[in-house]
Structures are given as C-alpha cells and as structure tokens.
C-alpha cells in the first residue's frame, strides 16, 4: 500500500461536527480566541513581517559592508 506524502495512517473519513456548546466550552481556556478583527489581524501580520525585517538587519547590513570591502 502506498501513502501520499503527508499522512500517519488511515484516518476515519467520518468526523463528528461539535456543536456551539463543545466549541464554546473547548475555547473557554482562551479569552478573545476568534474575536479579533479583520483589521487586527492584519495589523498582527505586517508587525511580524516588519519585525522579522528588523531582526534582519544587522546581517544585511554586515554582508553590505563585506561586499564593499571585497571579502565576498
């Protein structure tokens, strides 16, 4: 038998939908899960990206100087 990439085992095709109670007491350990909005998360989105950018920086900034001074 071969398996696709990506999956462990036959999993059942069969997957019981919770209803809002389940959902509601399965998130009750998270306050605001799901509540932000659309405006939120992209605000969430380009602050990663900027500060991933920023944590990058001294390494591009170090290669610059590298190159200027021909040891690359």
Request: hydrophobic share 40%.
């Amino acid at each position: 038998m071969t398996r696709k990439y990506g999956t462990t085992r036959n999993a059942p095709s069969k997957v019981a939908a919770l209803s809002e109670t389940e959902r509601d007491l399965l998130a009750a350990d998270r306050p605001g899960f799901g509540a932000s909005s659309k405006m939120e998360a992209a605000f969430n989105l380009v602050n990663s990206c900027v500060g991933a950018g920023i944590i990058g920086l001294p390494f591009a900034i170090y290669l610059a100087g590298q190159k200027r001074a021909g040891l690359r």
